[in-house]
């Protein structure tokens, strides 16, 4: 079972900053955390990672507590496009699978 | 930007028929890998493969399915004699050279129909 807990949905509006949360408390040190999505039936595809600290790239900023336990994935202008289903992922180095739970279905509104 | 292709898109199949399902991952990695989804369900980790062998399967992956890199590029599925059950779609993913830590990267998918 996925070691990630997240809201099974959310809606925001078109142009918003979408924050998806993600609890991860039983995260080891040596675990990443990783955000995919999934648009409609397509192949997942890979947003971000981080270990401790906050990253951001082209797509979007990923914000760690500073006991891990829990993370936000933060889309800063949503578009009708960014609709899909989003799995934040606890992976170590040791781990060659990937654990997919259910995912937070985000819906964008216009 | 490199990414991973898989062909065919859509597969239908008559149960029994042996089915291959074919990837080209990103061309400098190592790790390769085979998921499915079967239709509103969870992606389900199926295997990984790294230098020439198995390194990991799931119980999913029983002795109908095998793999193959058969020429340095392609990276294949199989299932020997398929059910209505391996309807789902197939998703290949590569990743490069830390395992674990180095991302991977999922195709579009094959979509198996099994009739």
């Known amino acids: 079972d996925a070691k990630t807990t997240q809201p099974p949905s959310m809606d925001c509006a078109e142009g918003r900053a979408a924050n998806l949360p993600c609890n991860h408390s039983?995260?080891?040190?040596?675990?990443?955390v990783y955000w995919y999505r999934q648009i409609h039936s397509q192949g997942p595809q890979y947003i971000i990672h981080?270990?401790?600290n906050n990253e951001t790239n082209e797509m979007a900023s990923l914000i760690i507590t500073e006991d891990r336990k829990s993370s936000t994935l933060i889309l800063p202008h949503a578009t009708l496009r960014d609709t899909a289903v989003y799995y934040c992922?606890?992976?170590?180095?040791?781990?060659?699978?990937?654990?997919f739970g259910k995912g937070t279905r985000l819906h964008i509104l216009p | 930007e490199p990414e991973v292709t898989q062909t065919p898109s859509h597969q239908v199949t008559q149960m029994g028929q042996e089915v291959i399902l074919r990837c080209v991952p990103i061309?400098?990695?190592?790790?390769f890998y085979w998921y499915r989804q079967i239709l509103g369900q969870k992606v389900e980790f199926l295997v990984s493969?790294?230098?020439?062998?198995?390194?990991?399967k799931s119980e999913i992956f029983d002795d109908q399915f095998s793999v193959e890199r058969p020429d340095g590029s392609n990276f294949t599925l199989k299932i020997r004699s398929t059910k209505l059950e391996d309807s789902a779609m197939y998703f290949c993913?590569?990743?490069?050279?830390?395992?674990?830590?180095?991302?991977?990267?999922f195709g579009p998918g094959t979509r198996l129909t099994v009739l």
């Open positions: 493969f790294y230098n020439n062998e198995i390194s990991e």
């Open positions: 981080g270990l401790k």
């Open positions: 992922i606890s992976h170590t180095n040791r781990d060659d699978k990937i654990i």
């Open positions: 993913a590569s990743s490069g050279l830390a395992k674990g830590t180095d991302t991977q990267y």
């Open positions: 061309s400098n990695h190592l790790y």
């Open positions: 039983t995260i080891s040190g040596n675990e990443y």
